[in-house]
């Protein structure tokens, strides 16, 4: 009897759980994340030519500053990864880093449509790079307010970016395959909204930005902010909201220590089955299915090993029984939290591998501007004087990669789903190799742009006015091609690190795509510094300086190119020794019983 109706109730809260979620909460997640998109690109997509042109900041200097904030805006996931994953849920870490973003944005508005916010206008042509502007770079405490915006734009990227596309998968139950399969749909439709939004911001945002007021230009984006926060918390009574299940980095650590505390305990002579095993204790954190052992990295193993203190019991009292044994997690794992340490740990080599594209694909925001600022970038030379603002062409980025998108959903998987039998088509592995080498090819046309683009301002004898009579529509090939590179590596390397990292710290898996991506700008800010410092001569030349005319952008991109090939190549080791995760899938029959069902341990070409 007490079976039955425990069986009932859990099919009762089944039932409640799935009148919760779905697609009809997509308008809602999807209208956040476009506002919230708008938002960011209307001011990072532009930020160069604000910290040149209006608080005069040396171009090596500004574009350190943008790929520091972007290194700091992507590495705070990981402390929002581990508040929604440990502490108080996805939903209300991306509610509360929403108004954290909000009063960053009001702040950023602010100061640029002050004047006592800025320096004074220059003397003469300006700070890009011409002759004859005396230019007075902004006061300390005028940068302090900027750095202040930035930092709570940071913290609010934080709490946003790890959680808002684990929180839209959560939206489908796993426990089902329809559900399953509609997961790997949203990463493509997420990333095309992303892009969507991104579009309006390079061009629309950004024309305000450059033809009306930096007031105004941000304050759109600013209002957008704060439409993005209504449309996320008006869905409230549709989502699933998933309880969150305990630190994962506490549980990562009691393995290591436990593993670290039975060092000398003989791994060889425990039988698999002889690992601790505790269904209850890890229920909540093993909501769709739960792992099961592998070989690989076995001295984690030795966590799930019973020895004598790791089990404690309760004595009975007032007659009561004595309660089960009580692993103390210090001392002993579950085979499935050893399995986490593991799973996370085989991820690492693939999601290094992504830092580099990064840095090659920050590059748009930075010299790639720069180029586009000193070129001929009227729409239709000879027939319009209307000239696209530089920080609109990413415009071509983002088509690009909308259209890539497009064509990878509706022409691409349908094509290859016949040749490799797979639902999604290919492999996110796959996916993201293709995006790998889409990358290399387009640092390496950028080069030969570069190097096209200076022949023309020396032909032209405009050297020393920084500009050159190149149309700006020699830059479309490698902004393309960092599209293209986008749509298969991002949402590749969403899919991989949501697929593979166990269900409990999903937060913490996109807060590693985006600590990649932190990574990833670090590393062009060292590049830059390096380059800056190696190639300077003996007459203060080097390679990068504030008049790109008189430098070797080339050189430099055709630096970032070699190193992306090497990356390339440790790519496809990675991947090709890579081991899936084998996970016990919980699902149920038509009777509402539990069945477990064992998900077959795939190789690179079936994920």
């Not at 790929?67 to 700091?72: P, R, S």
């Not at 991109?557 to 090709?576: P, S």
């Amino acid at each position: 009897m007490e079976t039955v109706e425990a069986a009932m109730e859990d099919e009762t809260k089944k039932s409640k759980r799935r009148k919760k979620g779905g697609f009809r909460t997509m308008p809602f997640i999807f209208a956040n994340e476009v506002a919230e998109k708008l938002a960011v690109l209307g001011f990072t997509t532009n930020m160069l030519m604000y910290l040149t042109k209006q608080l005069h900041m040396p171009l090596a200097k500004a574009a350190t500053t943008l790929t520091n904030f972007g290194g700091v805006s992507a590495m705070t996931p990981l402390v929002g990864a581990f508040l929604a994953d440990a502490l108080v849920g996805r939903f209300w870490t991306i509610a509360a880093a929403s108004i954290i973003y909000q009063f960053g944005m009001l702040l950023l508005t602010v100061s640029a449509a002050m004047p006592v916010f800025r320096p004074s206008p220059c003397n003469g042509v300006g700070a890009s790079g011409g002759a004859g502007g005396a230019c007075e770079e902004a006061e300390p405490w005028q940068l302090a307010v900027l750095y202040a915006a930035l930092l709570l734009n940071a913290l609010g990227a934080g709490g946003y970016r790890p959680c808002i596309v684990a929180f839209g998968a959560d939206q489908f139950d796993e426990s089902e395959a329809a559900e399953r399969a509609r997961t790997w749909g949203f990463f493509n439709w997420y990333y095309f909204c992303n892009g969507a939004s991104q579009l309006v911001a390079v061009t629309a945002v950004v024309y305000v930005q450059d033809n009306v007021g930096w007031g105004w230009g941000l304050g759109v984006p600013t209002f957008c902010m704060a439409v993005s926060v209504v449309a996320f918390v008006s869905g409230y009574p549709l989502y699933r909201r998933l309880e969150p299940a305990g630190s994962p980095f506490t549980r990562l650590a009691q393995v290591v220590v436990a593993a670290v505390r039975k060092r000398w305990v003989p791994r060889a002579a425990v039988d698999a089955g002889m690992l601790y095993e505790n269904d209850d204790m890890d229920a909540p954190i093993s909501l769709y299915g739960k792992l099961v052992h592998t070989e690989q990295l076995s001295f984690f193993d030795r966590a799930a090993i019973v020895t004598d203190g790791d089990l404690t019991t309760t004595d009975a009292s007032d007659g009561k029984p004595p309660s089960s044994p009580v692993p103390n997690p210090w001392r002993l794992s579950t085979v499935h939290r050893v399995e986490e340490l593991k799973s996370v740990l085989r991820m690492g080599p693939i999601w290094a591998a992504g830092i580099l594209v990064i840095t090659a694909a920050s590059q748009q925001h930075t010299f790639s501007l720069q180029q586009a600022s000193t070129m001929d970038r009227r729409l239709a030379p000879g027939l319009s004087s209307f000239q696209i603002p530089a920080g609109s062409m990413t415009v071509f980025t983002m088509l690009a990669m909308l259209a890539t998108l497009l064509a990878y959903d509706r022409v691409l998987v349908p094509l290859a789903r016949r040749a490799t039998g797979l639902d999604r088509g290919i492999s996110y592995l796959h996916r993201m190799g293709v995006g790998f080498a889409v990358s290399v090819a387009a640092t390496l046309v950028a080069g030969f742009v570069e190097r096209r683009r200076r022949d023309a301002a020396t032909a032209a004898g405009t050297i020393d006015a920084g500009t050159a009579p190149l149309s700006a529509y020699w830059l479309v090939p490698q902004y393309a091609l960092h599209g293209l590179a986008e749509a298969f590596n991002s949402v590749g390397h969403l899919e991989f690190m949501y697929d593979q990292s166990p269900e409990s710290m999903r937060s913490m898996a996109t807060a590693l795509f985006w600590l990649s991506i932190s990574l990833g700008s670090y590393v062009s800010t060292m590049l830059i510094s390096a380059v800056h410092r190696w190639s300077a001569g003996a007459d203060g030349s080097n390679w990068l300086p504030d008049n790109i005319n008189r430098g070797r952008l080339d050189y430099f991109y055709w630096i970032v190119t070699l190193l992306q090939v090497l990356n390339l190549v440790y790519y496809a080791i990675c991947a090709k020794c890579y081991t899936f995760k084998p996970l016990q899938l919980r699902e149920a029959d038509e009777d509402a019983k539990p069945q477990v069902e064992l998900q077959k341990k795939a190789s690179p070409l079936s994920r």
